[in-house]
T-cell receptor
Framework: GAVVSQHPSRVICKSGTSVKIECRSL??????MFWYRQFPKQSLMLMAT?????????EQGVEKDKFLINHASLTLSTLTVTSAHPEDSSFYIC??????????????FGPGTRLTVL | EDQVTQSPEALRLQEGESSSLNCSYT??????LFWYRQDPGKGPEFLFT???AGEEKEKERLKATLTKKESFLHITAPKPEDSATYLC????????????FGQGTTLQVKP
């Protein structure tokens, strides 16, 4: 139980293009989903928190117009990196917390998406 | 300022050599301390949640303990497959479910 998937696992794109990353909770409904980025040999940095049906809350310093988050259902959140540049290259990871059952505050993580912008 | 610090940054052990990883925190109103394991190129895998001082959780060769200021992840007789980065994260009362992560401890277990 508590499986989170991400798609795609890897993406390479040209500078200036947009990339969409999907995060799905496969066997539970997620109250809240979180988006992180992780640079090599560094810990996870929270980018934004999203709740189904409402606008995402972004962390200080994260551009909301660049990193668009949509949480359309209790099992799906998407992160779109708009007009990507090489400095956006990173490992993007999502997590989700359950709406019911177990402990609602445990975050279960997806496998991550490696974005490379050329 | 709320902070989570893990030590050591890196740890090399021989197979079977037990040791402990430390996670110290300075937060107000702790609402959960979480341990995760992360393998290279993958997302963190949930291990344990601890909520109150004195609490302990065990899973195979791993045991997590919690005091009012720190948590330990004890690894008993580790095997090479235990090699990974272990992340500690804290949820505190003044936020809305967000976690503050430590920098992690990278463990290497040699056969």
């Amino acid at each position: 139980g508590a499986v989170v998937s991400q798609h795609p696992s890897r993406v390479i794109c040209k500078s200036g293009t947009s990339v969409k990353i999907e995060c799905r909770s496969l066997d539970f409904q997620a109250t809240t989903m979180f988006w992180y980025r992780q640079f090599p040999k560094q810990s996870l940095m929270l980018m934004a928190t999203s709740n189904e049906g409402s606008k995402a809350t972004y962390e200080q310093g994260v551009e909301k117009d660049k990193f668009l988050i949509n949480h359309a259902s209790l099992t799906l959140s998407t992160l779109t990196v708009t007009s990507a540049h090489p400095e956006d290259s990173s490992f993007y990871i999502c997590s989700a917390t359950m709406t019911s059952g177990g402990r609602g505050d445990t975050q279960y993580f997806g496998p991550g998406t490696r974005l490379t912008v050329l | 300022e709320d902070q989570v610090t893990q030590s050591p940054e890196a740890l090399r052990l021989q197979e079977g050599e037990s040791s402990s990883l430390n996670c110290s925190y300075t937060v107000s109103g702790l609402r959960g301390l979480f341990w995760y394991r992360q393998d290279p190129g993958k997302g963190p895998e949930f291990l344990f949640t601890l909520y109150s001082a004195g609490e302990e959780k065990e899973k195979e060769r791993l045991k997590a303990t919690l005091t009012k200021k720190e948590s330990f992840l004890h690894i008993t007789a580790p095997k090479p497959e235990d090699s990974a980065t272990y992340l500690c994260a804290v949820r505190f009362a003044s936020n809305t479910g967000k976690l503050i992560f430590g920098q992690g401890t990278t463990l290497q277990v040699k056969p």
